[in-house]
């Protein structure tokens, strides 16, 4: 990348109504999709044009008593933007006609979820490269996923620290399925894209082997537009070695649980996590 490149890289990082990327201590990221109300915040710039705002969030969709740090965007595609610069690829008008017409499910789907959800992993790397605490282990959970109060104290960072040492630099996916059949199906819900979790440089690692995969698929005509269909791939095609799986079925539990949200049970604290399984025994 050329210094004007960079430049104009970081010059695309700038400040905006808080509508995308929430960094909390200790758990890495999680996405807003609504402009919410941002009081009495305490704002530093950083040199790559990062607002980091430290101190009370009123909001009426989220309530942080850790401290935040935002990395924002205006839309979807000025973030998305960030990954064409960095992989030196232009997909946009592609994810924009061909994408879209692909699409098996176009009628739910549109071109900005595909953004969104190709840009999981370079969101992840945003965070550990900024690494705003210093943290040493990092999770990316979609907001959407949070429908219940039913945790608090979120993440049991204890747990967090042993998950990390057992861990060491592999990254962390879900795996809402058995797999019956040594035939993968890429467009079969396996690997599931609203999770990831692991070191810094788990996170690295990811974030290459998914954009790579992301371009193999991409340069092959194929429907890369749900995050999933990329995960299975580098999980169970490219069988990368530095992948780890939770397993989220047939799991004794007290209590009834979604599979696609079964990481939040995972990374409670042990009064809160309802499941007779040792949670290190989940983990293949």
Known sequence: MTNNEENK????????QPSELV??????????????????VVETTSKRGIMEKTNKIKSSSIQISLPTHFVLFNDAWQLFHQIELWRNRSYTENYQQKQWNMDPEKSLHNPNLYAIWNSKH???????????????????????????????????????????????????????????????????DTIQG?????????????????????????????FIGKEQTIMNYVTYVK???????????????STSYDNWFFYQYFFAHQNQYPCANDKFSLIF
């Open 194 to 222: 609203g999770f990831i979790a692991g070191s810094k440089s788990a996170v690295q690692y990811a974030a290459n082997a998914y954009y790579g995969a992301h371009d193999d698929l991409y340069d092959k005509g194929l």
């Open 23 to 40: 960094l909390n201590k200790e758990i890495g990221i999680e996405s807003v999709e609504d402009d919410d109300e941002v009081d009495d």
């Open 122 to 188: 370079y969101a992840m790397k945003i965070t550990v490269d900024t690494n705003p605490f210093n943290s040493s282990f990092f999770i990316y959970t979609d907001i959407g996923a949070w429908r219940k109060k039913h945790l608090t104290n979120w993440p049991d960072t204890k747990f967090v620290g042993k998950l990390g040492q057992k861990l060491r630099d592999k990254i962390l996916y879900g795996q809402i399925n058995k797999l019956v059949s040594k035939e993968i199906n890429l467009k079969k």
């Open 9 to 16: 890289r970081q010059g695309d990082l700038k400040v905006f």
């Open 239 to 253: 069988k990368f070695e530095f992948i780890s799986k939770l397993r989220t079925w047939s799991i004794d539990c």
